[in-house]
């Protein structure tokens, strides 16, 4: 059983920076691949990227790659979602999963655990 709460977001204007956490709670953390989604107002929820059970590894969507960056620090249970050159569509509610598929996945339904989300806005 794992247990993920995000946290971090907020307002920010274009061109900013926002860091997102997810801080797991759960022995086996080490275990899982690490996946970040978001889901826009009217939306389907969309993967942003994934970071494996290692770490060694991150895989990102065509639409953040260069501009997002995930991390994960195993020795805090934490996974991390640098957010930089913040555009107006990246406003979203931003939610963190655990994956048993090592390398990590971009579909949602392999993920596992789920945080609540976090709500970021970037103002144009």
């Known amino acids: 059983q794992v247990q993920l709460v995000e946290s971090g977001g907020g307002l920010v204007q274009a061109g900013g920076s926002l860091r997102l956490s997810c801080a797991a709670s759960?022995?086996?953390?080490?275990?899982?691949?690490m996946g970040w989604f978001r889901q826009a107002p009217g939306k389907e929820r969309e993967f942003v990227g994934v970071?494996?059970?290692?770490?060694?590894?991150?895989y990102y969507a065509e639409s953040v790659k260069g501009r997002f960056t995930i991390s994960r620090d195993s020795a805090k249970n934490a996974v991390y979602l640098q957010m930089n050159s913040l555009k107006p569509e990246d406003t979203a509610v931003y939610y963190c999963?655990?994956?048993?598929?090592?390398?990590?996945?971009?579909?949602?339904?392999?993920?596992?655990?789920w945080g609540q989300g976090t709500q970021v806005t970037v103002s144009s």
């Open positions: 970071i494996s059970w290692s770490g060694g590894s991150t």
């Open positions: 759960g022995r086996t953390f080490r275990s899982y691949a």
């Open positions: 999963a655990a994956t048993l598929r090592g390398s990590g996945s971009s579909w949602s339904g392999d993920y596992a655990y």
